[in-house]
Antibody
Framework: EVPLVESGGNLVKPGGSLRLSCAAS????????MNWVRQAPGKGLEWVSS????????YYADSVKGRFTISRDNANNSLYLQMNSLRAEDTAVYYC?????????WGQGTLVTVSS | DIQMTQSPSSLSASAGDRVTITCRAS??????LNWYQQKPGKAPKLLIY???TLQSGVPSRFSGRGSGTDFTLTISSLQPEDFATYYC?????????FGQGTTVEIK
């Protein structure tokens, strides 16, 4: 197994900010692209953002572009998602995943609730 | 962005049935198509990648076919543990969209 452990999920008011973290272990973190995928309650999977192994290239879904920022710290085997200007529709479980094409490894998810 | 459309959205089947789920891409994605299984409260699990390659540890009753825009996931003989929701995902683009999911329920 390849442990990926997300943290940082919480209840936040609309317009607020939150930073999610994903701690990786058991593999050479700096060699892999990493991603965030979310799932709203009772809904399907939505790809959110990806970052290349070196952090050079960043990709975002249109629904979060300009509000979310993906980053990584290869020295500390960590992936981050800075979420600003949060909306009710951002309420979801956020998963950290590993991979460039297929996502073979997933964390357990962290719940973000945006509500007043 | 590339849109992925799965059909049906849900289906009812019995253990032992052969089940096929279809996924269609809004443009050609070659064989850059993955299938995932998700059970309630759990993270998704990769079943098949590159349209037809079985992920290590996945039972051989799962198979995938297709290229271009049309793809299928087939479960040859449904087992009790296969009742779940299945998602396709395209990895052709840097913006890796998922299908809306197909829920396989017990008849």
């Amino acid at each position: 197994e390849v442990p990926l452990v997300e943290s940082g999920g919480n209840l936040v008011k609309p317009g607020g900010s939150l930073r999610l973290s994903c701690a990786a272990s058991g593999f050479s973190f700096s060699k892999y692209n990493m991603n965030w995928v979310r799932q709203a309650p009772g809904k399907g999977l939505e790809w959110v953002s990806s970052i290349t192994s070196s952090g050079t290239y960043l990709y975002y879904a249109d629904s979060v572009k300009g509000r979310f920022t993906i980053s990584r710290d290869n020295a500390n085997n960590s992936l981050y998602l800075q979420m600003n200007s949060l909306r009710a529709e951002d309420t979801a479980v956020y998963y950290c995943t590993r991979g460039e094409n297929e996502y073979a490894y997933w964390g357990q998810g962290t719940l973000v609730t945006v509500s007043s | 962005d590339i849109q992925m459309t799965q059909s049906p959205s849900s289906l009812s089947a019995s253990a032992g049935d052969r089940v096929t789920i279809t996924c269609r891409a809004s443009q050609s994605i070659s064989i850059f198509l993955n299938w995932y299984q998700q059970k309630p409260g759990k993270a998704p699990k990769l079943l098949i990648y590159a349209a037809s390659t079985l992920q290590s540890g996945v039972p051989s009753r799962f198979s995938g076919r297709g290229s271009g825009t049309d793809f299928t996931l087939t479960i040859s003989s449904l087992q009790p543990e296969d009742f779940a929701t299945y998602y396709c995902q395209q990895s052709y683009s840097n913006f890796k969209t998922f299908g809306q999911g197909t829920t396989v329920e017990i008849k």
